[in-house]
């Protein structure tokens, strides 16, 4: 690679409800082996439990992320593969071990692990801060079956101890608390695409004022195309399905209300740049991304190439371009303005 960081592929497995699961999944397993023909480091998978006909008409189709990823590890050779990011709160720690360390048996030296919390349900009488409180209890569990064969309570873990697993977990930190818990633990660090640049920042200088020694590696969700013209007309349908989907929620929401955003977006070019939905021809995306490493600091990154409203066709075009024309302008100061 020539220039810029590590990239490597994030693929939520949202598919729209008209979809069924199996043209999801097999859909994504294309995308993927295209990806690692194209030399793509990685590929991460969401993990999804929500139920069909969610926010803006589609869902994530993998709740059982080691499980399709058993199967990415025997129908791909070189990539690595990871959760992206596994919910620890769904499982007890023992049994998060033991998927860990047989999916390393599978793809030896190419498993890469995000562990995250999850979401707080609406309903959740359990307080932000006690949810990372447990999360953190979780790592802790998890580093000692890993490490010793055996964790806090004494249980055993069913297969041999696997330390060198400890340097292949990502921790999907927000709080301090937690950020100073992965630095402290020699864990790395992984921010995600709903958050704004500006905030996955503030994150990274966190874990590394604290001592993290880690890499950080951040999601953005990109797509290329020969023209600029060309990127907008593909990504017309996606660009508004994804907006009613995340718009005006979380985050966004927060940039509204503080005044970071206008309160209304009344072109595709402006819904995409208020949700970091970075498309155009090479240049163009090669200038984003080259903007978005210089404001946050990360070490790694991972694009998001698939959102319901893209073709499939138009995906591994842009992962072909990603590949020859995006890549080696990664690290390139940005063109001169007029």
Avoid at 95 to 109: D, F, K, V, Y
Wanted: hydrophobic content about 40%.
């Amino acid at each position: 690679m020539i220039g810029g960081p590590p990239i490597g592929v994030f693929n939520q497995m949202w598919a729209s409800t008209a979809v069924s699961d199996r043209h999801a999944i097999e859909s994504a397993i294309k995308e993927i082996r295209h990806a690692e023909a194209e030399d793509f480091t990685s590929v991460w998978i969401g993990e999804h439990h929500l139920p069909p006909g969610g926010p803006g008409g589609f869902h994530g189709r993998v709740p059982a992320t080691e499980i399709f990823l058993g199967y990415l590890a025997a129908a791909t050779t070189r990539i690595a593969i990871g959760t992206g990011v596994k919910i620890l709160a769904t499982n007890s720690a023992r049994r998060s071990a033991e998927e860990m360390a047989t999916l390393n048996l599978l793809a030896p030296g190419r498993v890469e692990f995000g562990l995250g919390m999850g979401p707080t349900a609406p309903d959740s009488k359990e307080s932000r801060e006690e949810k990372a409180a447990r999360y953190r209890e979780l790592l802790t569990a998890i580093l000692e079956y890993l490490d010793r064969g055996h964790g806090p309570d004494g249980a055993v873990l069913s297969l041999s101890p696997c330390p060198e697993l400890t340097e292949k977990i990502w921790v999907a930190a927000r709080d301090e608390p937690t950020l100073a818990f992965a630095a402290q633990r020699r864990l790395h660090l992984v921010v995600g695409q709903a958050e704004p640049a500006r905030q996955q920042a503030q994150y990274v200088r966190r874990y590394r004022a604290e001592g993290g020694r880690g890499q950080a590696r951040g999601a953005r969700l990109a797509f290329v195309a020969e023209t600029r013209a060309k990127a907008e007309a593909d990504c017309a349908i996606a660009t508004e399905i994804y907006f009613a989907a995340l718009g005006n929620k979380g985050y966004h929401a927060q940039a509204v209300a503080e005044g970071r955003f206008p309160p209304t977006a009344p072109t595709p070019a402006e819904r995409r740049r208020q949700l970091d939905f970075l498309i155009g021809d090479p240049d163009d995306v090669a200038e984003l991304l080259n903007a978005y490493v210089e404001e946050t600091g990360v070490d790694r990154l991972d694009l998001m190439v698939q959102i319901p409203g893209l073709e499939p066709d138009a995906v591994r075009r842009s992962l072909s371009l990603i590949r020859s024309e995006v890549r080696p302008r990664l690290g390139v100061p940005a063109r001169p303005t007029a």
